[in-house]
């Protein structure tokens, strides 16, 4: 269990960069709202057969819809349910659930 949490460090120590980028990129104003989550998640403008694909395809859920998925997300890093993200609460939301911190590495591109 020890190696997983230094493996969260690492990616987080090797992307923290990319992170930074793609979130003032979709998000300039500093703060991400769930609209903006879809966003950096590459899931608008995708169908929404497309997007359930995509969301099951990487989170191996079948049975709940991919906009429950982003919203359930969403709601566990947002623990204050300001319903708005800082960049730090983000990522320290994500290390905290290491579940959500596989799933947004495999879903967020950021080579942006």
Known sequence: MGSHCSNL???L???MHHWYNKFMKESPSGLITIF???NMLGLTGMTEEAS???IQDISRSYE???QDIVS???ERIDVNGEGELTLEE???GAREHPDIMDMLTKMMDLTD
């Open 90 to 92: 983000f990522i320290s």
């Open 9 to 11: 460090d690492d990616i």
């Open 72 to 74: 359930l997300i969403y």
């Open 36 to 38: 903006e989550l879809r």
């Open 52 to 54: 359930s694909y995509a």
């Open 64 to 66: 709940v819809p991919p």
């Open 13 to 15: 120590a090797e992307d």
